[in-house]
């Protein structure tokens, strides 16, 4: 009688620690990879990425070597996504242009709706160039 109580508890042990370890594996399974990329950069399908048209997702400026990676693809200088040709590079942006109509080019921005300005002088900042070395504005 004694074994059979001593069965009957481990078996509810080991049925506990199974449903534990279950819910456990249940829940982690629910939770977003926080590497993940948000979702509004990652579009859905082919489809969905080729109606967007081309997406500057990275730069690469070398001595050696320029890259742009356009919507996943590795677009050397000079080199081609598509149709379009990867006429000019900077740290922010790539241009290409159609060989169907050479006036026409398209501006790819690597962060598209941030745009640089000028920030204003402030009073008692040094701004040091080689006109003005170690000149303070006031």
């Given at each position: 009688m004694?074994l ?24 982690a ?20 990425q ?9 730069i ?25 040709t ?8 790539v241009?290409?242009?159609?060989p ?39």
């Amino acid at each position: 009688m004694n074994l059979f109580n001593n069965t009957s508890k481990l078996s509810a042990t080991v049925m506990a620690l199974a449903m534990s370890i279950l819910t456990d594996v249940a829940i982690a399974q629910s939770l977003a990879d926080p590497t993940r990329p948000p979702q509004l950069v990652m579009p859905e399908s082919a489809a969905e990425q080729t109606l967007a048209g081309p997406v500057l997702q990275s730069i690469l400026i070398a001595p050696q070597r320029r890259v742009a990676i356009i919507s996943g693809q590795a677009v050397e200088l000079n080199g081609k996504y598509g149709e379009l040709t990867l006429i000019r590079m900077s740290e922010t942006e790539v241009v290409l242009r159609n060989p169907q109509n050479p006036k026409e080019t398209q501006t790819l921005k690597l962060f598209p709706g941030v745009d640089k300005r000028m920030s204003p002088t402030t009073p008692g900042v040094r701004t040091i160039t080689s006109a003005n070395k170690g000149k303070t504005h006031e």
